[in-house]
C-alpha cells in the first residue's frame, strides 16, 4: 500500500521558515520522481519544486520560489524535504508531496502518488 505523509506545516510570521518532511512507503521510492504541489483556497493545484530519482540530481522549482525554497530527498528513509525560507503570505496553502515516474513532472496529472498535504499558513 503506498503512503505518502506529509509533516511540517504550520502558522508563520512573514519573513520566516519552515521545513516540511514526506515520508514515502509501499513503492520503490528511489525509482520516482518526487514533487512538492500547494493549493491556495479558491485556486488550482500549482506545482512548487521536483527533485529527480537519485540524491544530488537535477532539481525543478516554480519560479517564484526559486532561491527561497530548497528540495532533498533521502533515499535511505525514504523521504523527501522542503525548506522553506524567507515566506510570504502568498506561499500560503496546502502543501502536497507526490511521486512520479516522469522528468520534471511540473503538472499534477503527471503524478501517480499523492499524500493527504498539510497546512502553511504565512501570515503578514
Known amino acids: 500500500q503506498v503512503q505518502l505523509v506529509e509533516s511540517g506545516g504550520g502558522l508563520v510570521q512573514a519573513g520566516g521558515s519552515l521545513r516540511l518532511s514526506c515520508a514515502a512507503s509501499?513503492?520503490?521510492?528511489?525509482?520516482?520522481?518526487m514533487g512538492w504541489f500547494r493549493q491556495a483556497p479558491g485556486k488550482e493545484r500549482e506545482f512548487v519544486a521536483a527533485i529527480r530519482w537519485s540524491e544530488g540530481t537535477s532539481t525543478a522549482y516554480k519560479d517564484s520560489v526559486k532561491g527561497r525554497f530548497t528540495i532533498s530527498r533521502d533515499n535511505t528513509k525514504n523521504t523527501v524535504d522542503l525548506e522553506m525560507n524567507s515566506l510570504k503570505p502568498e506561499d500560503t496553502g496546502v502543501y502536497y508531496c507526490?511521486?512520479?515516474?516522469?522528468?520534471?513532472?511540473?503538472?499534477?496529472?503527471?503524478?501517480?502518488?499523492w499524500g493527504q498535504g498539510t497546512q502553511v499558513t504565512v501570515s503578514s
Open positions: 509501499g513503492y520503490a521510492f528511489n525509482r520516482y520522481a
Open positions: 507526490a511521486a512520479t515516474e516522469r522528468w520534471v513532472g511540473r503538472r499534477s496529472d503527471e503524478y501517480d502518488y
